[in-house]
């Protein structure tokens, strides 16, 4: 047990030196996210925290001694991944041709990466499993698609993307344990040990006012991919450690942004890959939270659904039951998520209207020991 924590902190330790290195070199030949209008960032940072984990996690898994049958599939097509998304930072694609190249990579992985969705576990109405059969190529490519997107379009604020990944792999671990899967446990955790690394460099802290690297369409694409991968693995035959349904609870909030974002855009006639800045994490900053607050706020509630989504694994609630309890979540989520962007001026309002009640309230006692002990000016 100590042998294996012990070189999952060397994983730790190496990806944050690839990453520092990584970024160190990408300032030297230009390969920089700038400033933007749609941006929130105000000095170039380097988009190479993707290649950091994609290396560094590849060079462990291949150092733990995991056997290429299980590292080819997840590692040989998510380089296309990766090479996709470093030249979309560099280049900067449409996404038409990001699409393209999305759709290419999960249709290798469908047909020669030997991860395919062919069941979804026991949704028909009479609690059989709901096999896909011809359409099950077709199923797994728009799945993965959504997801590297959904994974792609939370990567708007510092440590959001990462973290969420993060909780992910953190349940899906759980899972691979009790579900005695002990490759894809190996690999996820060398996964989420490479994306805990990245994160001592993107997250803000008291000494880090702001991230010293990001993680680029190269790094959130290739997490999207690697999620989708590993629970279709785990969520089919051999293994079948999980139900698939399970799966959509452990990343709640990548597809529930994606999908409100791509149903109102299309509703309001703008086209549904268009950037915009009205993402869950945009409205919590509008209204006035700051960065940490925001992430503290949707990691609560990403947290929170993966624990429901592997407890109802663990207790056998049907499946049924928990694909229509996510549903009618999402469900809510939208009419909340609705009400709340027409309401966000009167709510911003009374945010701030409450911190400066607070500010108030704590200045008052001040004011009166100040006056109590002669001190006409107050503590800076």
Known sequence: MMNEVFAYLLIFLFVALLTDFLRRQ????????????????QKPVPPVGGEAIFIGCLISVLALGVPMTHVAGLFAIGAIIVLTGALDDYYNFSPRSRLLAQTAAALAMALLGGATVEQ??????DGQVFHLHAFAVPFTVLGVVGVINA???????????????????IALALIAQVGQAPVILAMVLVMASGIAAFLTLNLRSPWRWRASVFLGDAGSMFLGFALSWFIIRLSQ???????????????TIPLFDVLFALGRRILSGHHPFLADRQHLHHFFLRVGFSVSQTLGLILAFAIASAAIGTAGEFLDIP??????????LFALYCLTM?????????IRYRLAQRRRHRGASTTLPVLARARATGIRELPR
Do not use: E, Q
Request: hydrophobic content about 50%; charged content about 15%.
């Open 26 to 41: 990408a300032h030297s030949v230009g390969l920089m996210d700038y400033p933007s209008s749609r941006k929130r960032h």
């Open 120 to 125: 979804l576990g026991a949704i028909a109405p």
């Open 151 to 169: 994974l792609n379009m939370v990567d708007g604020m510092d440590g959001l993307s990462g973290s969420l990944a993060l909780v992910a792999l």
């Open 237 to 251: 035959d051999p293994v079948s450690a999980m139900s698939p349904v399970t799966g959509l609870w452990l990343l």
């Open 319 to 328: 499946d049924r039951a928990m694909l229509l309890a996510f549903c009618g």
């Open 338 to 346: 609705t009400l709340a962007w027409r309401a966000y001026p009167r």
